[in-house]
């Protein structure tokens, strides 16, 4: 019902956050994806987490490709500027981005196809760069926009209405393991209770935040043979952890059992409570969290939650030494521009 | 035969092994002659190699100032024997080879019409107390320095302040290299004085131009001119921009308080990255570039196009080599013309800039930013490898102080607290040029999405015929806009009234401006028009309808500049004669004066038939 504009009355009684928003603030356009897609569930749990966060929407900037995914961006938050950018290619336009302005919160949306497809090359470089940002795959194994081809992350042996895969899947979690990304997380769509704290979890981490977001295609990959769809991973998935963010505001009160529970302070003073639901599971073990993926996929479990977090970790601009007095899109002549004295010198040493 | 005599007007070519550390000797070489107030044209024509492959350095010595390749070689210094018959065969007759007589050379080696001027560099070297071999195999390149400078009649104490400052603050090396130039200078002075008539002259003709190669001024220009991101992929002949860049932010662009740096260069994965991330940080309101070559460009192709549609300030700068594929990518040419042109797919056009020589390429470094973000467009500066990889003498680099970046139409949050109407895509002056807003600016007006697809002026996804057309035809129209703001043409007028035109840009222009005074020696009359810069001014159109035949001077193939010409200003084919240049090296005044002269007789002689 994508002609139908949504009405902005809402209920007196509705909730507002600490900068005096409600959710529906948090809002965009009217989605144009399908009745009932994984991927307006990933963008009505990105309105909750920003809301929940009392975030300033115009102090984010949501990026993206090409895909279905890549539309999502304008469902939301339609008070930030958005950028639907080049298949594949979100990471070095949001990189750019960055570089820019190293002040606002990026969010890049991105697909399986444009992820793991055509733009793996970017989305591995994106990592390794430690740029900061929370890079969500909305990931359903097919390209929905030109009518349900495997994408690279559907599983061997999956089956669609007309084929069934031969290739090996693409493992972005794993990847986004090995590359160094410094929160790694998967999820399903279909689980905004676990969704939404693992994106404000994301949002509060200063590095390169992957998440990996199961997000079934209720058009073309939700039949039984998929592994990708809302029957399929809500059976087999295993959630390692339960996590829940608490900002710099809020006050710790519930006491958990010792060893239970862990809670990880971030950057910004907020901390990571994480309720382990696997007690061997060490999320800041990036090797054992990676043979424990290969281990359970093996098992045929969707392993899911908090996988790895570096809390002390790196991002692009401490990298460069880039200066924190303004961002670079701020500076002006007489920061940039050495003057023609200067350039008298130059000229002298090449003579 | 008579030996060749002659002073300050001669071409000294250097042939040398890859890696052996000869192009900081014959660097030298070229700056004693400079500073002796002689003009040198200084050209490397070496391979895609890093260690073995032949390698050489050709000087022009020209007391007129010509700063084009000339052709033909007066004397060589023969340093590699796997050269050596291409080498001596390229010697002018009575024209003089240097080389290493440590072992003898057979005489059939040699010719009879050459003067030959051995020097036992490596028995020399060996006298160096105290080296290692491969500080000894450095070092006889500073001999044959010090025997040339005995040759060539150099001012001793030009070579020794030149010594001086290459080494500054390492005394050892100073004295070292001082020794290795009076091992070699005396050598000659005492076993081949008088065999050269070839001499440098103290003159007054370089003034306060500057040694420079275009790679490193426009880098510079980038500094100056505000660039604070640079995301590039390393590809020759583009990588020394970045690496200039690089440098002279190191130099002049740390913040002194907080020692952190107001700048960001990141080496991208591929082209593709890098231009990604100068349109994003473009997106973002930074002054942000690339620098890379005709590959690079035909990988960014889907980025241009949507840096076109969405109205997304950068520049990239394209130092031309031979194409298509790898093609020679150690070799100059100026084939990209047309990819850029119109790259990406669609309905594109771009605008272009042409420097002339590293002064130019200084100066449209720096004026690219503005016309980015004035235009909102992709502007391409449009280098070649004979200009950017070669120390050129050309005027001193420029800086009015009073200047201020022209950030072009930003919607501040001011202006949107004030209530404007705001639409990203919306032409409110009348000069096709929208307003933008930058990310961040305001918490409930001035946000809008960007995208590649089809949008109406406020930035709305559109596919509604009438949306599309306004918006492409705006496009069109901001052409029009660019057409005021880039570089004029420059015209030269004949000293006589003619019918002859020539139109030429980039680094054409040196062999140019002696080809011209050359044919006016001899009579023959063009005017000139050097074209800037893309889309081209009216005058480009008026100065060939004024002509009956317009010579388009080209290093490519397929007269990209002509068919560009034709296309765009309407103009009839047949006014036009291509001179093409496309072998890989840099055009010369001889080719030039050639093809032209011939030309023109041959029109004549079926006029007066």
């Known amino acids: ?351 | 035969m008579q030996p060749l005599a002659a002073t300050n007007d001669f071409v000294v070519k250097f042939a040398n092994i890859n890696g052996s550390g000869s192009a900081s000797a014959n660097e030298l070489f070229a700056r004693c002659i400079l500073r002796m107030g002689v003009p040198v044209a200084s050209r490397n024509i070496f391979p895609s190699n890093i260690q073995g492959l032949p390698t050489w350095y050709e000087v022009r010595v020209s007391g007129e100032g010509w700063l084009g390749r000339r052709g033909g070689v007066d004397m060589m210094v023969a340093m590699n024997p796997q050269t050596w018959d291409k080498d001596m065969a390229e010697v002018e007759p009575g024209g003089y080879v240097v080389y290493d007589s440590t072992k003898p050379m057979p005489v059939s080696r040699f010719r009879e019409d050459v003067t030959v001027l051995g020097v036992p560099l490596t028995l020399l070297s060996n006298t160096l107390e105290g080296t290692l071999p491969r500080e000894r195999q450095l070092l006889k390149n500073i001999i044959y320095l010090g025997a040339l400078s005995s040759l060539l009649d150099f001012d001793p104490a030009v070579v020794e302040g030149l010594i001086g400052n290459q080494f500054k603050g390492k005394d050892k090396l100073i004295a070292l290299n001082m020794k290795a130039i009076k091992l070699g200078h005396d050598y000659a002075a005492e076993h081949l004085a008088g065999k050269c008539q070839l001499k440098v002259e103290n003159a007054d003709m370089v003034g306060d131009r500057i040694f420079i190669g275009g790679n490193d001024a426009a880098g510079l220009g980038a500094v100056y001119g505000g660039a604070t991101v640079c995301a590039w992929y390393p590809i020759t002949p583009s990588t020394s921009v970045a690496e200039s860049f690089s440098k002279h932010c190191k130099a002049l662009r740390v913040d002194p308080e907080s020692g952190q740096n107001n700048f960001a260069i990141v080496q991208a994965e591929d082209e593709i990255a890098a231009i990604g991330m100068v349109i994003g940080a473009g997106w973002n309101g930074a002054r942000s570039f690339t620098a890379t070559s005709g590959p690079g460009i035909s990988l960014m192709q889907e980025f241009f196009g949507l840096a076109y549609s969405a109205e997304i300030p950068a520049v990239i700068i394209d130092i031309q080599r031979g194409g298509p594929s790898t093609g020679m990518p150690t070799r100059t040419q100026q084939s990209d013309i047309l990819s850029v042109a119109y790259a990406s797919h669609g309905d594109t056009k771009h605008v272009m800039l042409f420097p002339e020589d590293p002064h130019e390429s200084f100066e449209f470094a720096a004026q690219a930013f503005d016309l980015a973000e004035r235009l909102q467009t992709p502007i391409f500066v449009m280098m070649d490898l004979d200009i950017g990889m070669n120390d050129w003498l050309c005027k001193p680099l420029h800086w009015d102080d009073s200047r201020k970046y022209d950030r072009g139409k930003i919607m501040t949050r001011e202006m949107l607290e004030a209530g404007t109407e705001f639409g990203r895509y919306l032409d409110v002056d009348g000069d096709a040029v929208p307003f933008r807003t930058l990310p961040g600016v305001h918490p409930t007006k001035g946000a809008y999405f960007t995208r590649g697809s089809s949008h109406d002026a406020y930035a709305r996804y559109s596919e509604e015929g009438s949306v599309y057309i306004d918006i492409t035809q705006r496009l069109l129209r901001k052409f029009e806009t660019a057409k005021t703001l880039v570089p004029a043409p420059v015209l030269r007028p004949a000293k006589a009234p003619t019918r002859w035109g020539a139109i030429y840009f980039g680094s054409s222009s040196v062999a140019m401006d002696e080809a011209m005074e050359t044919l006016e020696e001899h009579g023959l009359h063009l005017d000139t028009l050097r074209v800037r810069a893309f889309p081209f001014a009216d005058e480009v159109a008026e100065f060939v309808r004024a002509h009956d035949q317009v010579f388009v001077v080209e290093q490519n193939r397929d007269a990209q500049l002509q068919k560009l010409l034709i296309t765009e200003c309407g103009l009839e084919p047949s006014r036009f004669v291509s001179l093409l240049h496309y072998d890989g090296t840099p055009i010369t005044a001889r080719y030039i004066t050639g093809m032209i002269a011939g030309r023109m007789a041959t029109i004549r002689k079926d006029a007066a038939e």
């Open chain 1, 1 to 351: 019902m994508t002609y139908i504009a949504k009405p902005k009355l809402h209920h007196k009684a509705i909730a507002v956050n600490a900068l005096g928003f409600t959710h529906r603030d948090y809002e965009g356009r009217i989605s144009t994806l399908c009745a009932g897609c994984g991927h307006d569930s990933i963008s009505a749990a990105l309105i909750q987490a920003c809301f929940e966060l009392s975030i300033e929407p115009h102090r984010v900037a949501k990026l993206s490709g090409i895909g279905c995914s890549s539309k999502t961006p304008d469902y939301f938050l339609g008070q930030s500027h958005g950028f639907n950018s080049v298949h594949g290619r979100m990471p070095s336009v949001l990189t750019g981005a960055n570089l820019a302005n190293r002040d606002l919160i990026y969010l890049g949306v991105s697909g399986d196809g444009d992820s793991a497809s055509i733009g793996l090359g970017q989305f591995a470089h994106c990592l390794r760069r430690g740029v900061n940002m929370v890079y969500i795959c909305e990931n359903n194994g097919v390209y929905g926009l030109t009518k349900g081809q495997f994408s690279a992350t559907a599983d061997k042996g999956s089956r669609s209405k007309t084929a069934v895969n031969s290739d090996s899947p693409i493992d972005l979690v794993s990847m986004a393991l090995v590359l160094g990304a410094s929160f790694v997380a998967r999820s399903f769509s279909g689980d905004k209770k676990q969704l939404v704290p693992l994106l404000k979890a994301a949002i509060a981490h200063r590095g390169s935040a992957i998440l990996d977001v199961i997000s079934p295609c209720i058009q073309f990959n939700n039949n039984p043979q998929s592994t990708k769809s809302y029957d399929y991973v809500r059976a087999h998935d295993e959630a390692v952890n339960a996590v829940d963010l608490i900002e710099p505001r809020e006050e710790i009160t519930v006491d958990y059992a010792p060893g239970t529970v862990e809670e990880v302070r971030q950057h910004d003073g907020s901390v990571i409570r994480l309720a382990k639901l696997h007690p061997d599971y060490d999320p800041h073990d990036r090797v054992a969290a990676i043979s424990y993926l290969q281990e359970r996929h093996r098992a045929g479990e969707i392993v899911t939650g908090l996988l790895y977090l570096d809390p002390e970790a790196k991002d692009l601009h401490d990298n460069l030494g880039t200066t924190a007095k303004a961002p670079l899109n701020q500076l002006g002549e007489k920061d940039l521009c050495p003057g023609s004295k200067t350039l008298e010198k130059i000229n002298a040493r090449y003579r």
